[in-house]
């Protein structure tokens, strides 16, 4: 089901249809039509607006960086779309954007730490790290709100992961490997922000 085809105002989808990507309202019914779990759309929510308010900032100071706050909203918002598939759901997030025809979407959801869990299986995918400032906003802003929608620091957030997840050897070894990375891009976004 591509975005497009879903039934919304002629003029909202002609206005998303330029844009390349859906608004805001089409996102999040598409979100629901794979996502039912409260708890998930509550923190996709958040997130979507934790990620629009740092990329207006951000925007706001340096207009010459290539960033569309609309855009880093709408990301934020479906990021974790791929939850309602088996598997590593940073990456069906990216299939199930790509498959619905938004690649500008699934080019900027890529988010905790898929590069560093393939690292651990002897794999190095370099396309597994986010590139673009968009990308970077919404992986620090989805650890910027916890599985409870509250605002936390990144840290408390890496904390909470590692309770929650300690059974799990392989994805504890990744996030250790990860915690460099995610802190410098922590500091690469305040230091934009401040
Ligand atoms: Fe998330």
Redesign the pocket.
């Known amino acids: 089901m591509a975005f497009e085809s879903q039934r919304v105002p002629e003029g909202e989808a002609r206005r998303s249809r330029r844009r390349g990507y859906p608004s805001y309202e089409e996102a999040l019914r598409l979100l629901r039509s794979y996502v039912s779990d409260e708890k998930i759309l509550k923190?996709?929510i958040a997130?979507a607006e934790t990620a629009f308010e740092m990329a207006e900032t951000i925007h706001r100071r340096h207009p010459e960086l290539p960033l569309d706050p609309e855009k880093v909203r709408v990301g934020g918002l479906l990021?974790?779309i791929g939850k309602a598939r088996p598997g590593e759901h940073e990456l069906n997030s990216v299939a199930i954007l790509r498959e619905e025809g938004i690649p500008e979407l699934a080019d900027i959801v890529l988010?905790s730490y898929p590069y560093e869990i393939f690292l651990c299986k002897g794999e190095e995918r370099p396309e597994y790290l986010p590139r673009s400032l968009e990308n970077k906003i919404v992986v620090y802003a989805?650890f910027l709100r916890d599985q409870e929608a509250r605002a936390v620091g990144m840290e408390e957030r890496i904390a909470g992961i590692r309770a929650r997840k300690r059974g799990e050897t392989e994805r504890m070894a990744a996030l250790k490997l990860a915690e460099p990375r995610l802190l410098r891009l922590k500091d690469e976004i305040e230091a934009l922000l401040s």
């Open positions: 923190h996709s997130c990021h974790d988010h989805d």
